[in-house]
């Protein structure tokens, strides 16, 4: 089927907002917002197009699309850790939008935002570690003991962080190994649900075939029960008729 011109449309938008999201965003991103909600309404005007490109194909422009919004909320979050959490979760398109594409683009723009947020990381876990050696060049003699003391309740809080962090890295496994678990089951289910159907085709072929020759044996047995009933009632019309001449009616 010879590709639409909503879908020609859709699939240069789509290019375009992918290299605007492979670039730093500080001045472009008012455009990508407008550019993703724009390719919102062009995927669904062209799922109810009569002339929409196949099953599989929309999926994977659904999945690419949901990654660019994906991507823009997850720009929005407050901390570089919320950030790259986010980022985590996001699934970029399987196949390149365009034909000049060796892997496709929005793998690459997730590649290149989750090192971005792990650049971001860094960046303030150095600012931080700066402003903290400044404070201590500053601090008197006398309030040494006291910095001490703040460094451990720091030093708690971010004990606190990394655990929560941990936690919820193991809630994303978790959640990943269930999903995963839930697919295998439901797929297996699938495969036992196919097998049923398949056996009760057969069971219902092999029983209307029993049933053809059912009725085939019952139409045989009809046919002598009444070729015998002809024989018998022929001979008992015989039988009448030799007994009336051989014995003649008395007078």
Known sequence: MATSRLEINFIRLLSRCESLASESRNETEWRLEKYVGALEEMLVALKKSPSKPAAEILTD??????????????????SPAEKSLANQFLAPGRTPTISSERTPASKTVHIQSKARCV?????????????????????PVDEQQSAAELDAILQHHNNLQEKLADDMLNLARNLKNNTLAAQNIIKQDNQTLTQSMRQADMNFEKLKTES????????????????????????????????????????
């Open 119 to 139: 650049g971001e990381m860094r960046k303030e876990l150095m600012s931080s570690l700066e402003t903290d050696l400044r404070h201590r060049k500053s601090v």
């Open 212 to 251: 053809e020759r059912l009725e085939q044996h019952a139409k045989k047995s009809v046919n002598w029960f009444l070729w015998l009933m002809l024989i018998v009632v022929s001979f008992t019309f015989i039988s009448m008729i030799l007994f009336i001449r051989l014995f003649p009616r008395l007078r």
């Open 61 to 78: 422009y659904n999945r690419k699309v949901d990654f660019l919004k994906g991507l823009l909320e997850a720009d929005k979050l407050p």
